[in-house]
Protein backbone atom coordinates (compact mmCIF):
# COMPACT_ATOMS: atom_id res chain seq x y z
CA UNK A 1 0.00 0.00 0.00
CA UNK A 2 0.99 3.72 -0.58
CA UNK A 3 -0.85 6.57 0.56
CA UNK A 4 -0.34 10.15 -0.44
CA UNK A 5 -1.18 13.57 0.89
CA UNK A 6 -1.55 16.42 -0.73
CA UNK A 7 -1.01 20.23 0.68
CA UNK A 8 -0.45 23.41 -0.72
CA UNK A 9 -4.32 24.08 -2.00
CA UNK A 10 -6.41 27.52 -1.34
CA UNK A 11 -7.00 30.90 -2.72
CA UNK A 12 -5.16 32.72 -5.46
CA UNK A 13 -6.13 35.42 -7.82
CA UNK A 14 -6.09 35.02 -12.07
CA UNK A 15 -2.37 35.26 -12.64
CA UNK A 16 -0.78 34.28 -9.66
CA UNK A 17 0.64 31.20 -8.23
CA UNK A 18 0.33 28.23 -5.49
CA UNK A 19 2.65 25.46 -5.90
CA UNK A 20 0.63 21.98 -4.25
CA UNK A 21 3.12 18.99 -2.93
CA UNK A 22 2.47 15.24 -2.14
CA UNK A 23 4.22 13.49 0.16
CA UNK A 24 4.16 9.57 -0.03
CA UNK A 25 4.54 6.68 2.61
CA UNK A 26 4.54 3.14 2.08
CA UNK A 27 5.77 0.72 -0.55
CA UNK A 28 6.58 3.56 -2.77
CA UNK A 29 9.24 1.43 -3.96
CA UNK A 30 6.66 0.07 -5.91
CA UNK A 31 5.77 3.08 -7.93
CA UNK A 32 6.45 3.74 -11.43
CA UNK A 33 5.21 6.99 -12.21
CA UNK A 34 3.11 9.83 -10.38
CA UNK A 35 0.79 12.29 -11.51
CA UNK A 36 -1.88 15.11 -10.54
CA UNK A 37 -5.43 15.13 -11.81
CA UNK A 38 -8.14 17.81 -11.03
CA UNK A 39 -11.59 17.78 -10.77
CA UNK A 40 -14.04 20.64 -10.80
CA UNK A 41 -17.53 20.62 -10.30
CA UNK A 42 -20.06 18.73 -12.44
CA UNK A 43 -16.79 17.59 -14.52
CA UNK A 44 -14.98 14.47 -14.64
CA UNK A 45 -11.74 13.92 -13.26
CA UNK A 46 -8.83 15.42 -15.70
CA UNK A 47 -5.03 14.37 -16.01
CA UNK A 48 -3.35 17.93 -15.42
CA UNK A 49 0.51 16.88 -15.54
CA UNK A 50 2.96 12.78 -14.55
CA UNK A 51 6.27 11.80 -13.87
CA UNK A 52 7.95 8.45 -14.19
CA UNK A 53 9.59 7.87 -10.80
CA UNK A 54 12.65 6.69 -12.64
CA UNK A 55 14.45 8.97 -15.08
CA UNK A 56 11.54 11.66 -14.27
CA UNK A 57 10.31 11.90 -17.58
CA UNK A 58 7.42 14.41 -17.65
CA UNK A 59 4.23 14.96 -19.52
CA UNK A 60 1.21 17.72 -19.57
CA UNK A 61 -2.24 18.24 -20.50
CA UNK A 62 -2.10 20.63 -23.19
CA UNK A 63 -4.54 22.91 -20.82
CA UNK A 64 -1.43 23.69 -18.72
CA UNK A 65 1.41 23.31 -20.79
CA UNK A 66 3.62 26.21 -20.34
CA UNK A 67 2.87 27.44 -17.08
CA UNK A 68 2.64 24.15 -14.60
CA UNK A 69 5.63 22.42 -13.41
CA UNK A 70 6.03 18.83 -11.75
CA UNK A 71 8.68 17.85 -10.17
CA UNK A 72 10.09 14.80 -7.59
CA UNK A 73 12.47 14.06 -5.30
CA UNK A 74 12.75 10.21 -4.96
CA UNK A 75 14.48 10.07 -1.97
CA UNK A 76 11.81 12.08 -0.01
CA UNK A 77 8.82 10.29 -1.85
CA UNK A 78 7.60 14.17 -2.59
CA UNK A 79 6.09 14.98 -5.67
CA UNK A 80 5.64 18.62 -6.47
CA UNK A 81 3.15 20.85 -8.69
CA UNK A 82 4.18 24.36 -9.57
CA UNK A 83 1.16 26.65 -10.54
CA UNK A 84 2.01 29.71 -12.59
CA UNK A 85 -0.30 32.34 -14.36
CA UNK A 86 -3.29 30.76 -12.97
CA UNK A 87 -6.36 30.94 -14.71
CA UNK A 88 -10.04 30.66 -13.06
CA UNK A 89 -10.75 27.73 -15.07
CA UNK A 90 -7.91 25.74 -13.12
CA UNK A 91 -10.17 26.22 -10.29
CA UNK A 92 -10.83 21.99 -8.77
CA UNK A 93 -9.80 20.09 -6.15
CA UNK A 94 -6.28 18.65 -7.08
CA UNK A 95 -5.32 14.84 -6.07
CA UNK A 96 -2.14 13.18 -6.59
CA UNK A 97 -2.32 9.73 -7.82
CA UNK A 98 0.70 7.23 -7.89
CA UNK A 99 0.57 4.39 -10.63
CA UNK A 100 2.04 0.69 -10.08
CA UNK A 101 1.84 -1.44 -13.09
CA UNK A 102 2.48 0.92 -16.11
CA UNK A 103 6.01 1.53 -17.42
CA UNK A 104 4.85 5.06 -18.98
CA UNK A 105 2.92 7.95 -17.62
CA UNK A 106 -0.56 7.85 -18.40
CA UNK A 107 -3.65 10.15 -18.41
CA UNK A 108 -6.57 7.49 -17.72
CA UNK A 109 -7.62 8.25 -14.02
CA UNK A 110 -8.55 4.15 -13.90
CA UNK A 111 -4.56 3.09 -14.48
CA UNK A 112 -3.71 4.77 -10.92
CA UNK A 113 -3.96 2.51 -7.81
CA UNK A 114 -3.32 4.95 -5.32
CA UNK A 115 -5.27 8.26 -4.36
CA UNK A 116 -4.67 11.34 -2.31
CA UNK A 117 -7.33 13.48 -0.28
CA UNK A 118 -7.57 16.31 -2.73
CA UNK A 119 -6.65 19.83 -2.11
CA UNK A 120 -8.84 22.70 -2.96
CA UNK A 121 -7.46 25.30 -5.69
CA UNK A 122 -9.58 28.46 -6.22
CA UNK A 123 -9.08 31.22 -9.20
CA UNK A 124 -10.58 34.01 -8.45
CA UNK A 125 -11.04 36.37 -11.62
Known amino acids: QVQLVESGGGLVQAGGSLRLSCAAS????????MAWFRQAPGKEREFVAG????????YYADSVKGRFIISGENAKNTVSLQMNSLKPEDTAVYYCAADRHNSAVVAAAWDYDYWGQGTQVTVSS
Open 51 to 58: IRWRGGST
Open 26 to 33: GRTFSMNA
